[in-house]
Each structure stands twice: as C-alpha cells, then as structure tokens.
C-alpha cells in the first residue's frame, strides 16, 4: 500500500500563505484608510471647512481671521484647563499610590540628590595636602 499524503502539502501551505499575506495586507489598507477618513473627519469638525481667502473682500478676511482667533482662543483656553485638570489628576494619584502604600506597609524609597563623586575626592585631597603641608611644617620647626 502507497503511503498516503498529508492534506497540507507545502504547494498548499506555499498558496495558503500567501492569500494570508494577502488578506492581511487588504485589511491593513483599509485599516489605514478608515483611519485617515476619521482624522479628515474630525480635523473638519474641530477646525471648520477651508474658507476662501484668495477671493475674499477685506470685510471678509477681517471677519475670517476674527473667527481663527476666537477659536485659538477658545481652544488655547480649553488646553489651559486641561492640562490644569491632568496636573490635579496625577497630584490625586500620586496621593492615592501613596495611601495604598502605607495601607500596605511598603514605603516608597525616596529620590536621593545626585552627589558628584570628583566633588567629595577634590574635597579629601584638599584635606591630606592641609594634613601634609601642616606635617611638614612641624618637622621644619623641629630641626
């Protein structure tokens, strides 16, 4: 009796491969472009449609750069409150992490200042050559 194949024969294995590559590679590409269409569409809502400046009286291009500036600054305005918000939310966290720490018994390891080391060895050659000099100055006074 002749021995029989496996089902996946690697002329197989090979095609299925390469459909797999293929469809991954569709899905990535409509990944990215529903991605871009939400960014188009969220870039519109937030900043408004693009206006016509090249064909624009100056009463239109006052009222135009009124209304860039009124949304910069209503938008400068929101950014300040929220960063204002994300600075009270870490001080609460950080404030939470420590009650947890000390319900715990744990204690947090506090950051020590950076010592420069050359510092601390000038400061200790500074010493021996004060020890030296006052050592040969008391032998010179002896003789």
């Known amino acids: ?17 390469t459909l797999l590559r293929k469809k991954a590679a569709e899905e990535l590409k409509k990944e990215q472009e529903r991605k871009a269409a939400e960014r188009q569409r969220v870039i519109s809502e937030r ?33 300040f409150f929220l960063q204002r918000e994300v600075i009270l939310r870490d001080l609460q966290i950080n404030e939470l992490n420590m009650s947890v720490s000390d319900m715990k018994g744990k204690f947090i390891k506090p950051t020590l200042k950076k010592v420069s080391k050359y510092e601390n060895k000038f400061a200790k050659l500074q010493e021996k050559a004060a020890k030296f000099a006052f050592a040969n100055q008391l032998k010179a006074k002896d003789k």
């Open 1 to 17: 009796m002749a021995k029989k194949k496996g089902f996946m024969t690697p002329e197989r294995k090979k095609k299925l491969r």
């Open 47 to 79: 900043c408004g449609s693009k206006k016509d400046i090249e064909n624009a009286s100056d009463d239109d291009l006052k009222k135009i750069v009124k209304e860039y500036f009124d949304k910069w600054y209503n938008l400068e305005g929101e950014m």
